[in-house]
């Protein structure tokens, strides 16, 4: 299994398209979260298209990565990705939302190729990731696992708990990216509990941490593929990110968690992004 790996130019265009459907979509579907999809855009441009060994015609094979979106609301900017990268038509998208579609608000548990596992329940997906790496370690799998995760996932206490299992079993096929845009559904993350230091809470928790520009694909990239240092210890990337990104008048506005754009917005959102 092979990764694409397409130019910075190509992936930063292929990461103005995501944004733009998914703001369409958005306001076709009259489904919010809109600015916590367009935060992890550029993660998970990097991540299929410069990272994930998969294989869209064998969505299942055993020796797939996985990839798992914990911060499952964002599972607009996920089905834009696998149909992109040929999971499935991108036409069935146009379905986004509506009854007997099998494209929901939050990844389901069957049914959409290239979806790992059910998530939405904040706090779940880190913990399937070690269990999923744990399993791949028994079988001898060469698969690795990604996980990506809100900043206010890291208040909940399953997701430490699952950190501190990954460390104890040195799970270092094992990397968590945090989204940290900085908000959380009512508030600034910092404000709501204290995170920071964030990367030395997972440092201190036994991974090895470090800080990126979660919208610099090229510092993304390197982060990714760095070769492991040799301790065993999986790996915790925090990206900065804003929320909304890619369109400046949803760019660090929490009201995008829950507003869904109107017609006119949705134009001169794509007309922004350069997407027809």
């Keep these: 299994m092979t990764t694409p790996h397409a130019d910075l130019a190509a ?51 055993p020796e797939r990565d996985r990839f798992i979106l914990s911060k499952g609301h964002a599972a607009p900017a996920l089905f834009q990705v696998l149909a992109l990268r040929g999971f499935f038509p991108e036409a069935e998208l146009a379905g986004y939302g509506s009854d007997g579609s099998r494209f929901a608000e939050h990844p389901p548990a069957h049914g959409v190729p290239g979806v790992e596992a059910a998530t939405g329940s904040l706090g779940h997906g880190l913990p399937m990731g070690v269990g999923m790496a744990l399993g791949a370690r028994l079988h001898g799998l060469d698969a690795r696992t990604f996980v990506l995760v809100s900043d206010g996932e890291c208040n909940e206490g399953s997701t430490w708990e699952a950190a501190m299992m990954a460390g104890a079993q040195r799970l270092d096929r094992l990397t968590v990216l945090v989204d940290f845009n900085k908000w959380q559904a009512t508030g600034r993350s910092r404000e709501v509990l204290a995170l920071d230091p964030l990367a030395d809470k997972w440092t201190a928790f036994g991974w090895q941490a470090e800080e990126v520009d979660g919208h610099d694909l090229a510092a993304v990239l390197a982060a990714l593929t760095r070769p492991a240092d040799g301790s065993g210890r999986p790996r915790a990337i925090v990206a900065h990110t804003v929320k909304g990104k890619g369109v400046s008048f949803m760019e660090d506005d929490n009201n995008w968690h829950y507003r869904t754009p109107t017609p006119d917005e949705v134009a001169a959102a794509k007309r922004e992004l350069g997407v027809a």
Excluded at 20 to 49: K, Q
Excluded at 51 to 57: K, N, T, W
């Design 11 to 61: 992936l930063s265009a292929l990461a103005a398209t995501v944004r733009a459907r998914v703001v369409e979509t958005s306001g076709r579907a009259e489904i919010p979260h809109l600015g916590s999809c367009l935060s992890c855009v550029d993660l998970l441009v990097a991540l299929y298209w410069g990272v994930l060994r998969v294989d869209p015609a064998h969505p299942t094979a």
